[in-house]
């Protein structure tokens, strides 16, 4: 291993760091003034969104998908056809779930190691086919089988874009590209009904019913993109086939200021830096929260079809009227992402998010009335998937280094994901329908705690900012040097609200 002259483990850069810098960056709000003023680093930025975005999106978009359309399928008859009772088809969801769960911090390590171009088209390929077997299983326990390894080869995915993005972005560009990427899930969702009730009408070809065809045509084309992303997808900003020299070198010293450095080379720093993470005050609280968003986000992902079949519709049309309030999910969370990152305000639209959703569960359980409580979800719905951005985001923005960046964002969709657990016993077995009382009751708590999270986030962040106000003004701790990282905890790092 490289060492510098005093003996200290060499850390890999990309470009210089002088004193000039930490002017103009380490306020995030200067970045986006600065990217938003230079016309040549608005042309950089755009070709990043460009070439790295949408394949990433694409990818969210398809693992969204292939997760959620076993509701669709439930709905054609997947139920019926391997005679699953309730409690069977949360345990089908939960078994999901647990994998999912587990390989989200070890995934994001294993990132750092051989690199995004191999690890997440990979796990897309495995999960395609993965999902396309879900077509050809004949009984309960091949779903089950085919479940588990779906959960194990997606797990990874959600944690893996967002830190992939989050080396690619400065802070304050981060909530609207991470927002774009997630509103695939609401497009998913939407689409899943659309494509699930066009699909469906293939029962009968091949001697396959109708639902079978949703995972087959649906798993098929995952594989498909997963191929193609070996080729589309760089590895870091500095080896991106569309970029010159120039171009990389403005995006290099971007990032550099940003306290994000291609490589860690020293493994034992990178251990202690991951443990440090898991002691971030505000780390934790988002964590808690995204337990909360968590639970709330997987009900209504995999029961939302069965909850419109609950308020009187069937068939085709309980698919497509599940389409509605998850596209006006992924208008609002693009829209409020662009006031976000311009006024770098992620705890405001957390709250607000937050509060709408708990506006749409409260009439949900207080209305007796279908189209009422119908109407509730176009609350409910963008109130719960739009909370999801800036939650990813604001983690994102206040770690560093990178190790600890990436451990994270980990551990925010790992709680996430225990919430999903939760989810899949409280609108399967434990809460039936139409009225789903206990269910509603629950995630409207949820929501409330989400908002008391957020506030605690920004009352401990505002703190720490002014107590590094005053360090930076009495002197005690110096301008970081040219070799050093940023971590969050340096007077010189100021938190994103």
């Not at 009335?369 to 999801?388: E, K, M, N, Q």
């Amino acid at each position: 291993m490289d060492t510098n002259d005093n003996g200290s483990p060499r850390v890999e850069k990309t470009a210089s760091f002088t004193s000039e810098d930490h002017e103009r960056t380490l306020a995030p709000e200067k970045a986006h003034a600065r990217a938003h003023s230079d016309p040549a680093v608005t042309r950089v930025w755009a070709k990043m969104d460009l070439y790295v975005l949408p394949v990433v999106t694409i990818m969210y978009f398809l693992s969204s998908l292939d997760r959620s359309n076993i509701g669709n399928a439930i709905i054609a008859g997947l139920q019926q056809k391997l005679h699953m009772s309730d409690y069977q088809y949360s345990l089908a969801l939960t078994i999901t779930l647990i994998p999912y769960t587990l390989v989200e911090i070890p995934s994001n390590y294993l990132m750092m190691i051989v690199g995004p171009r191999v690890l997440l088209p990979t796990m897309a390929l495995l999960w395609g086919i993965t999902s396309t077997l879900q077509g050809v299983v004949t009984t309960y326990s091949g779903l089950i089988a085919c479940r588990f390894f779906l959960g194990l080869f997606e797990g990874g995915l959600l944690p893996g874009i967002a830190f992939y993005l989050a080396t690619f972005y400065p802070r304050q560009m981060l909530q609207l590209r991470i927002s774009i990427m997630f509103s695939a899930t609401s497009i998913a969702s939407a689409f899943s009904g659309l494509l699930a009730a066009a699909i469906i009408e293939m029962d009968g070809v091949g001697n396959r019913p109708g639902w079978a065809w949703v995972f087959i045509l649906e798993g098929i084309f995952t594989v498909l993109f997963a191929a193609a992303s070996f080729f589309l997808m760089p590895n870091t900003p500095s080896t991106s086939y569309f970029l010159n020299e120039n171009e990389k070198r403005l995006i290099a010293d971007s990032l550099l200021d940003e306290g994000l450095l291609s490589k860690v080379e020293n493994k034992r720093q990178g251990w202690v830096e991951l443990r440090k993470t898991f002691v971030q005050p505000h780390v934790l609280f988002l964590a808690l929260a995204g337990f909360f968003s968590g639970a709330t986000l997987a009900g209504l992902s995999y029961f939302l079809p069965i909850i419109v079949t609950s308020l009187g519709y069937s068939g085709s049309k309980a698919q497509l009227m599940s389409v509605p309030p998850f596209a006006v999910a992924a208008f609002l969370s693009i829209a409020t992402a662009i006031f976000a990152d311009r006024f770098a305000h992620r705890g405001l639209t957390l709250i607000f998010f937050a509060l709408l959703s708990t506006a749409g569960f409260a009439i949900f359980l207080g209305s007796s009335a279908d189209h009422i409580r119908y109407g509730s979800l176009f609350l409910a719905v963008p109130g719960t998937f739009c909370t999801a951005p800036p939650l990813g985001t604001w983690i994102a923005n206040n770690t560093a280094p990178l190790v600890r960046r990436g451990t994270s964002i980990a551990i925010l969709t790992t709680m996430t994901n225990i919430g999903s657990i939760l989810s899949t016993w409280l609108l399967g077995s434990l809460s039936p329908a139409p009225r789903y009382t206990s269910a509603t009751i629950t995630l409207l708590v949820f929501q409330v705690a989400t908002v008391f999270c957020a506030l605690a986030t920004l009352a401990w962040l505002r703190a720490e900012n002014r107590r590094k106000e005053r360090v930076q003004e009495s002197g005690e701790e110096p301008r970081p040097e040219r070799e050093g990282l940023v971590p969050n905890e340096s007077a010189w790092f100021k938190y994103v609200m």
